[in-house]
């Protein structure tokens, strides 16, 4: 069996492709080297024996008979080496088809799991993706409703002032706050704060209110005093658009600050506002009232 080396295998006569990456000590390397060198070991046998015959004194016997019995014994070693060298090929053949397999399946092996750690990167990043862009989505939402509900509460802001602009009107809310306010504080004597531009207006309903509350209450008339230094803050205007503003009402104290009743009409509204809004984003968004 002859031996042939290509750039990257060994063939053999039989067209066996054996892998350089077979290292010398490989079974199927050491089996076809076991064959080669059987079959010189036969071809020397043959040599001694051709030897044997003439010196023994066979050459006794015509050429025609030495040269048959030798061409006969040639045939049959010739044919004993070509077996096992034809079984060592087989062998040799299924060992390397065993390990090419095991080689491509390996490879193969190798190459799904890449793939899929591959496949599992790419997940993760469009699933980090998707996450991120609902999450601005989300965002963006929140924002343009609280957009809209500042917009309606400023709304509900300048809709305070057609009350104050209706000086019968106005008076009867400042009424019910100062009956509220005492209520609240049920104080015999308190100290009572409006804008300046409410004193008037503050001090036309002082009476009624007193009674009101004393009814109510089922107490003496209570003891009011407006504080004539310090004033609520007027309206906002454009000169001092992020300064303090009040569009009215009063705030009621005890006499040592210790119980203030904050009763503006913007705390009125805020609470107002704060108590009704889950109601205002479900009509406006359609979304369900959180518990």
Known sequence: MHWIRTPRCLRTSRGLLLPLSLSSGHPVLQRAAEARRDFWKLSRSVDRVGS??????LSKMNDADVGKQIQQMVRFILQEAEE????????????FNIEKLQLVESEKRRIRQDYERKQKQVDVG????????????????????????VEMKEDAGKGLLRVTKDANAYRKVLRGLVVQSLL??????????????DRGHVESVLE??????????????????IDGKVYLPPLRNT??????SCSGGVVLASQDGKIVCDNTLDARMEISFKQRLPEIRRKLFSQKVSQ
């Not at 049920?186 to 300046?196: D, N, T």
């Not at 009624?208 to 005093?225: D, F, G, H, R």
């Open 52 to 57: 044997w015959w003439i010196q023994s004194g």
């Open 239 to 244: 000169r001092d658009a992020h300064g303090p």
């Open 184 to 197: 609240r504080l049920r104080e015999p004597s308190v100290v009572l704060r409006c804008r300046e531009a």
């Open 84 to 95: 096992k060298a034809s079984e060592i090929s087989v062998a040799a053949e299924e060992e």
């Open 126 to 149: 469009r699933k980090i993706a998707y996450s991120t862009q609902l999450n601005a989505a989300r965002i963006k939402l929140l924002q343009a409703q609280d957009g809209v509900v």
């Open 208 to 225: 009624a209110a007193k009674k009101e509350y004393a009814e109510k209450a089922k107490v003496n008339l209570p003891k009011i005093l």
